[in-house]
């Protein structure tokens, strides 16, 4: 079956970065729209940006635009968000997930077929 499992969560100070990574496997990576998400325990899940197949359009949400940047690598079926400049508020249960073909209505939960198990980033002031 098909399995997304995220990686590179953890504690860090505002203002510092971390880069996450989520490998995919028993799915050809290159055929889905890559997206990562944020949730925190009482609100709804948050698209923070999404990745094409061939990783040349990119679409990020407005809280994050500037400050993370999401890519792939579809010869290690693996997918990446370079966040930087961390705020408090950007602490959260990041997800990623994958959509089959293009990533029209990235923001839409409901368009994904698969989901990872999530990893937890903690931002400090």
């Known amino acids: 079956q098909v399995q997304l499992v995220e990686s590179g969560g953890r504690s860090v100070q505002a203002g510092g970065s971390l880069r996450l990574s989520c490998a995919a496997s028993?799915?050809?990576?290159?055929?889905?729209?890559m997206g990562w998400f944020r949730q925190v325990p009482g609100k709804e899940r948050e698209g923070v940006a999404s990745i094409s197949t061939d990783g040349g359009s990119l679409n990020y949400g407005d809280s994050v635009k500037g400050r993370f940047t999401i890519s792939r690598d579809n010869a290690k079926n693996t997918l990446y968000l370079q966040m930087n400049s961390l705020k408090p508020e950007d602490a959260a249960m990041y997800y990623c997930?994958?959509?089959?073909?293009?990533?029209?209505?990235?923001?839409?939960?409901?368009?994904?077929?698969?989901w990872g198990q999530g990893t937890q980033v903690s931002v400090s002031s």
């Open positions: 028993r799915i050809t990576f290159s055929n889905y729209c």
């Open positions: 997930a994958a959509k089959y073909g293009g990533c029209w209505r990235w923001l839409d939960i409901s368009n994904y077929d698969y």
